[in-house]
């Protein structure tokens, strides 16, 4: 058998050469008239494409990778696996992966939402259909279970009732029938160290309370976990009112509190992020061509404009019940407006969420595709179904960055096999309360190694942290939660309206602000002070790698003093700069440390206040460093790559392969340390070779 086709591992829109080995990699698993149905042209195109008798648009690269088997999940990347139930078009899936999480089970009974899913998922695991009719023990084993079940009424037996009559109780009796059993019945057979579960507000308030009394009582006394809940508004995080309530469970007591959730204010955001632009920005998605935006003419395409007769019915129904004195009616919204909930019946009228089109013309629907953005999906996510369907499932769907925002507050306490508990800080000793506090030179440490940390990482578990507690004879758990109160510190984290565990002292804020005016000064006080403190404990083992790239034995008197300096400097700002990018390049995604660089903006030999600031680093892989390093691409104040001339008009095609398709796309925001703007404009100015 012939090795199979290889395609690129770059994927741009542009170049024949990528599409035809696109297609030539999907004819080794279908027939011409196969792709020809999946691509909606003739089969007689397809023979003309590959004998080079006509030129394929660079679009279908996109529907041609549909074809490709599934690759299977990459192993070692994740720090958890979960699994998806109720899973819908995958709102919850898509904000516990971008946290480093992996989906290894899928359950969802809608073919349409199958379908939609299928297309945006491709991870080798099948999409598993009712989960009724699935054995617990046929779940692959996980650390975190995600469920966005429906609402349903429970049974009112009483437990004093099923005890009078001989019978069993529990959540098998009093959930049996429902769809919040089998999320039960998961839980208690697989025992997953988290779950986090997504249903509408009116669940509190469902059967005069009932229902969510028995989930309650399931989740807490029947399964044995520590739930915490929380109703919270979409329009937080994007411009959309939707109540939603949040169930968040832990197999142990953990430190987790949903007052630290980062709660953007309300109306921050707007229509206008959501909308079709039409001034000739509106970006081209070769997977939507023209299905809901026209290009050509700049204007949102016309079946989503009322028609006469249903715009006028309208007015007439909200006139009606207004003159009762009633609320009912259309909601008219404008660009700087935040809708109303996004709901089921969307596909009918419209009703709820009209995009005023002023005076000369009637209002319009929102289309399939705004409908994604008002979820706080992106661009990149595919809609295969009819609108009428899409309405349905994106109506159904979670707000992503809510679940997201969640999700990173979870992070920490879902990485470790044992969380930190409760009952951990409770028995802390008495050296870390007020009697005792910590000391400057302690905090110093604790600053030190929260800027080289992930957030997902700063738990009690990890080995430097131990480490650490073991030097300033502080607990573990001490030393995690130090590290977490910082975050109320990070304009990063607070500009967010997050404010970590909130106990900062004026004392963290005396280190923070020290840190910040002389970051090298005090990553090499903190180095010295580490290994003081080594010295004088015998039988301690540092739990960091040393950095062996020089040996410090081969100089001695000044230049060892000097090197080993440099060594801690580059250390410090190495190991900053990749955590708070979560230890990928933010312009590809790579996630080899072996090729990751931790480039400076602004150059070292060019602002010597700012070597060791991490705000000055972006995470690039090596290729992609040496490109902003010698000016061939750059970043725009959003954050956005752009190219060179130089390197635009390139005759190198492994150039144009990597680098074309970065042109104008965002980079990965990192989780701390955000570039400085005046670093990024110094680069344009300064380095930069010019667009």
């Known amino acids: 058998m012939s090795a199979p086709t290889p395609i690129p591992t770059v994927l741009t829109t542009g170049g024949n050469d990528v599409v035809l080995a696109y297609l030539q990699a999907a004819r080794e698993h279908h027939s011409q008239a196969k792709i020809a149905r999946h691509l909606k042209v003739d089969a007689r195109t397809i023979r003309r494409w590959e004998t080079r008798q006509s030129v394929p ?8 990778q549909q074809l490709l088997p599934l690759d299977p999940p990459v192993e070692g990347e994740a720090t958890f696996n979960f699994i998806d139930l109720f899973a819908g078009i995958g709102g919850i899936r898509r904000a516990f992966e971008a946290i480093g999480g992996r989906c290894v089970f899928t359950s969802e009974w809608d073919s349409y939402a199958q379908k939609t899913y299928g297309e945006n998922f491709r991870d080798g695991h099948a999409i598993n259909g009712d989960i009724t009719q699935i054995q617990a023990t046929d779940i692959p084993g996980h650390d975190v279970l995600l469920a966005g079940f429906p609402c349903q009424p429970f049974s009112i037996a009483g437990v004093s009732k ?10 098998a009796c009093e959930t049996q029938g429902t769809l919040f059993f089998d999320v039960a019945r998961v839980i208690a057979e697989k025992r997953p160290r988290a779950f986090l579960l997504e249903n509408v507000k009116n669940l509190t308030s469902h059967d005069k309370g009932h229902t969510f009394a028995v989930i309650k009582r399931t989740l807490s006394e029947e399964l044995g976990y520590h739930i915490h809940t929380r109703v919270i508004d979409g329009a937080h995080f994007v411009p959309q009112h939707r109540e939603r309530i949040l169930i968040v469970g832990f197999r142990e007591p953990v430190a987790f509190d949903f007052d630290a959730l980062p709660m953007p204010p309300k109306g921050q955001h707007t229509l206008k992020e959501i909308l079709h632009r039409t001034d000739g920005t509106e970006p081209h998605l070769p997977w939507d061509e023209d299905r809901f935006f026209d290009h050509a003419q700049n204007k949102v395409q016309d079946k989503y404009t009322l028609t006469d007769n ?6 007439n129904y909200a006139e009606k019940h207004r003159a009762k004195g009633n609320g009912f009616g259309f909601g008219l ?16 009228d419209g009703s709820e969420i009209l995009i005023d089109q002023g005076k000369r013309k009637n209002p319009r629907r929102l289309t399939p595709r705004e409908c994604a953005r008002l979820m706080g999906f992106p661009d990149t996510f595919r809609i295969p179904v009819s609108d009428t369907r899409a309405y349905q499932l994106f109506a159904d769907a979670a707000v992503v960055p809510m679940i997201e925002s969640a999700a990173k507050l979870m992070a920490p306490l879902i990485a470790l096999k044992e969380p930190a508990t409760l009952a951990q800080l409770a028995s802390l000793p008495k050296n870390i309360m007020s009697s005792n506090r910590w000391t400057k030179e302690q905090l110093k440490l604790a600053f030190n190694l929260y800027c080289q940390l992930p957030f997902g990482k700063l738990h009690s578990r990890n080995a430097e942290i131990i480490e ?8 573990p758990s001490a030393v995690a939660m130090k590290l977490v109160n910082f975050a109320s510190l990070d304009p990063a984290i607070t500009s967010t309206g997050r404010s970590g565990l909130g106990n900062a002292s004026s004392l963290d804020r005396k280190v923070w602000d020290e840190f910040h005016a002389d970051w090298e000064q005090l990553a090499v006080e903190c180095a010295l002070l580490s290994q003081q ?4 404990r015998s039988g301690l083992v540092s739990a960091t790698e040393p950095d062996d790239s020089f040996d410090l034995n081969d100089y001695s008197g000044e230049t060892k003093r000097v090197l080993s300096e440099q060594r801690i400097k580059q250390s410090f700002f190495r190991r900053a700069v990749l955590a708070s990018y979560r230890g990928r390049c933010c312009m590809s995604g790579l996630s080899d440390s072996r090729l990751l660089v931790a480039s400076h903006i602004v150059p070292w030999s060019k602002d010597k206040a700012n070597r060791l600031n991490p705000s000055n680093g972006l995470c690039l892989s090596a290729i992609h460093d040496r490109a902003f390093d010698k000016g061939l691409i750059t970043l725009t104040d959003e954050l956005r790559v752009i190219l060179s001339g130089a390197l635009r008009n390139s005759a190198d095609q492994f150039a144009i392969d990597v680098f074309s398709c970065l042109d104008g796309e965002k980079i990965q925001a990192p989780e701390r340390f955000t570039p400085n703007l005046d670093f990024i404009k110094r680069h344009r100015n300064e380095i930069f070779q010019g667009a």
């Open 57 to 64: 648009p660079a679009y279908v690269v996109h529907a041609l």
């Open 162 to 171: 099923k005890n009078a009559l001989g019978k069993a109780h529990g959540f």
């Open 310 to 315: 249903l715009w006028r019915y309208l007015q």
């Open 333 to 348: 919204v404008t660009p700087d407006n935040v809708a109303r909930t996004l709901s089921a019946r969307y596909y009918k």
């Open 468 to 475: 650490l507690a073991a030097l300033i004879d502080r607990t």
């Open 533 to 536: 403190l080594l010295e004088g």
